[in-house]
Each structure stands twice: as C-alpha cells, then as structure tokens.
C-alpha cells in the first residue's frame, strides 16, 4: 500500500503548512548526520565528541544505583523539584568553586545536559531577529538552539588567545548602528569546541566590561573546563561578573554524558523564570539520574576521576599532534589545545573540506567539516578532529588515511608535482576570519 504524497522516503509531509514558523530555522546538523557513517566500525571517527568512558568504574555506579533504588527508590522514581535536588545544587556549587565561582544552591537550576540549558536560555531572551554573538567558529548544538528561537548569529572572530575584544566592540557597535537589538554574548572560554582555544585570562574582564557597556547579557558555556591538561583552571567569566553572567555547566564530559544531568547557575531574577521555563519542558529533572551524580559526589573520589579523564585526554591529544605533524601535507596548520576534546585544522586553499568528506569516509575516516560551526557560510576550509574517543592508535591512522585523502585532493596534486618551494605543515596560531 502506497503512502501517496506523505511517503516518508522523500516524499511530500503531509503537515507542511502547520508548522510554526520557528521550525524553519530547524535543521539536521552536519554532525548528526554523520553519526551513522562515522560509528561504522571500519571508519575512523574523529568527528564526534563522545567522551571515553572506559575510565569510569562501572561495577561501583552499578551497585550506587541499586543502592538508591533499594533504600531510597520511593523518592529516586518519584517526581521532585523542578529547580533540581537541592543536596546536588549544594554539590554543583562545590564543583564550580574550582574555578572562582562563588554560587548559592538557590540559584542553580538542574537541567537536562547543558543543551537544555541553551534551550531555556534561547527561550527565555531571544525574539525573533534578535542577535545572539558568538565566537566564529561555535558550538553547533548552541547554534541549533538559537535557530529554533529565530535568532541570528553573528559570529565574532577568535585568535589564539580566544575572543578577539576590539571584534567584540566592532561587532557591537556595527549591531547598534544598523538598529539590531543585540541579546546576549555565547562564549565558550575554556577548551573551546570546536577551536580548542582558551580566552585568555587577561582578555576576561574586557570583555565583560565591554558586555556591561553595551547591556548585553553573557552566557558562558564551560562543559570543558576541568579538563585542562596540566591540571590548571581559568576564572570563570561568572566569578568575575555575577550579575550579568549565565554560567551553563555539565557532568557530560566529568562523568557521563547519557545521565544528561547539567546546570544554569543565573542572577536571580533570570533563574526564577528559568525554572518556570524547565518545568514546562520537563516538569523536573530526572530523580534517579540526579542521585546517582549526587551519591557519586558525596562518596567517589571524583577530584580523581577527572584527573584520570584528564590523563587519557592528554594522551590522546599528543597522539593527535604528532599525527598531524607525521602525516599532514604542506600548508595544513592547526591549534595546538591545552584542555577539552578537539584541534580546528585549517587546510590549504582550494582544498572544501565539506566537499571532501564523502571521499574521507569512502577511505575510512571521518571528521566534521567547519561549515557546520558557522551560520554564516564560512569554514569550508577548516575541519574539526577530535581526540577524545578512539584510543592514540586509531587516531593515528585516521590522520594518516585523512593525509592521503588531502593529499589526492586536485588543488593539492600540483604541489607535490612542481618544484616550486612548498609551505610547511605544522601547528599555528588560530587567525581571526583566516578561513
Ligand atoms: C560547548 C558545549 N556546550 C554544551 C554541550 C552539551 O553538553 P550536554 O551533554 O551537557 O548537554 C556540548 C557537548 O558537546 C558542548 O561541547
């Protein structure tokens, strides 16, 4: 039986025409539609940002989680607070004080993985036509958020210390001469995704300062920030402006992504409203899921954890290094991360790094093309490689079989043909808009 018009293999919806208006801005990343391809387990993925889990001790959360069930289960599956338990609240501010921020449990709100937390926060300030700044390049799933809102992105250039200030400025002050009503700033200062770049501690103020003067709100987004290599943590931006800072957290990439437990820590007024905007999307969040971050707060040595997190991560990432290094042709330069999951490769001209990519996985390797971390079109030459979840031998195969694809790519074949002088590869400073 034929499904006429509303045939789901790329046929006609049947509902078009009742959506509303916002699903417009509703795309399928690049990223997501590479999963299927990239988890394929002949192809090396260094596309996604799944964190290694192989370091957590299984059998103690396993017998944590009875352990709720069995002496506490009424509550553990029972509905609770929307705001979130308060004893984790109470926990997530001890997290934070790692890195200045001096937070009250009040005003923490739970929220399912720091995604939700975008989601409330798009809700909450953004109307359609709105500007949202946000580094060039950012987080794809930040960027969705904004779409769904209708707000426009206007990306604002990063240099190897982060932010650039005077583009932040710039930015601004181009905003309010052409009469747009700018919302907020969305930066990810430690260990960014995709860039691997870290705000400098010097530019922080700054550009809180710049914030203030123009009257727009920050989010800081910092899933990443205990994850710094040699151990060290920045200053929140929170820390140092609290009254006009939105802090986002989240136990994804310090524990384990598929719990979805994160967190907004807001100025007052804005946390009122976003616990009314959580509990109409969720009513609570998830009860279990709560404690067993909790239990595993109050009795793991979870300072340890990261630490072993940070270890394997650290590895990893010098086995991404010397990969590029080995292998990359002529003219590839890249970030060199000091914390987090991902290197941004910049590849030579002429080289579309979108484009390619059917020819990457063919060859069994795949990576997500910089066109996704841009609303605006740019990135074509830059890929993101992540290091965090295939162990240093398969990320040095990826880089060499991602080398050989470069390598046949046209506009690369002539370099290696000619005599003429060719550029080298290696690590380099991140250029504002060097696309
Ligand atoms: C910068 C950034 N923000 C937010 C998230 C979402 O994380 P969560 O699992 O907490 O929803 C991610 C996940 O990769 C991320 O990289």
Redesign the pocket.
Known sequence: MGHGPQDVHGGVDPHLGRYAARTAGMTASEIRALFAVASRPEVVSLAG?MPNLAALPLRDIAAQTARIIAEDGLAALQYASAQGLPELREQICEVMALEGVRGHPDDVVV????????DLVARLFCDPGDVVLAEGPS?V??LGSFATYQAQVVHVAMDEHGLVPDRLRAALRQARNAGRRVKMLYT?PNF??PSGVTLAVGRRAEILEICRAYGVLVVE?N??GLLGFDGRTYPALHSLDPENVVY?G????TFA?GL???WVLAPRAVREKLVLAAESATLCPPTLNQMVVSRHLATQDWRGQIDAFRETYRERRDAMLRALEDHLPPGCTWTEPDGG?YVWVRVPEGVDTRAMLPRAVDARVAYASGTGFYTNGLGGRRMRLSYCYPPPGRIREGVRRLAAVLEAEPALAPAFAGPAPRPVAGPRALAPEAV
């Open positions: 940002g929220t399912v993985g720091s995604q939700m937390g975008l987080y799933g930040a990810i960014h995704n987004d899933p990443y986002l989240s136990f994804s990439k992504p979805r437990v994160g999951f």
